[in-house]
């Protein structure tokens, strides 16, 4: 069964996609409106990193080293590519590990990560996403997310909104030291 994947980054995910405000009108000659985003509750943090996209992108597409440094994944196994499944153990503060098998959705080298999970028969559905946004020649900003959709996700979503920001905080600055201690050893 073929995956359909959308352009995250001019997508529901870029910064001028369809998620923000509506700054003109939908009525235009002869063109389709823009895309809607994933409907569903965003749970998100933002962090920025002093390292290029490279660096970063090198210190998560390295799933089996995550457990050296990532305390919101403590262990990972499986391969970045399309429709792979991935193993995780997904440890969110207050709570206990869980594993987790979710599929990636799509990957764009030194850019995004995004995987989906499926529970209880689809009722749950959640869109997680990592992308880094380049600002400078060692300056980026990494986004941090996920979208709980289905007929139970944005319920769960906004009970469990807390943790998992905390969990997206801890895993954000344990990557920013990471990929700056990377960087800054480089470069001495």
């Known amino acids: 069964m073929a995956l359909k994947t959308p352009d995250y980054k001019a997508g529901p995910f870029g910064r001028g996609g369809g998620m923000g405000p509506k700054t003109m009108s ?22 920025g990193i002093q390292a290029p996209a490279e660096v970063i992108w090198e210190v998560l597409y390295d799933l089996e080293r995550w457990s050296e440094w990532n305390p919101t994944y403590t262990k990972a196994a499986g391969v970045i590519r399309i429709g792979e499944p991935l193993t995780l153990t997904l440890q969110l503060p207050g709570q206990a590990p869980q594993e987790i098998r979710p599929r990636v959705l799509e990957w764009v080298p030194n850019e995004q990560l995004h995987w989906q999970l ?61 990929a700056e201690s990377i960087w800054n050893a480089r470069r001495a």
């Open 118 to 178: 499926s529970l209880l028969g689809g009722l749950i559905k959640t869109l997680r996403y990592v992308e880094i946004q380049q600002l400078a020649e060692a300056g980026c900003i990494v986004d941090n997310g996920e979208i709980f959709g289905g007929l139970m996700g944005p319920s769960l979503g906004r009970r469990m909104a807390g943790p998992v920001r905390r969990g997206f905080r801890a895993m954000n600055e344990a990557l920013k030291d990471r």
């Open 26 to 47: 939908l009525k235009t000659e002869g063109k389709p409106p823009p895309p809607k985003g994933p409907k569903g509750y965003r749970v998100e943090d933002r962090i």
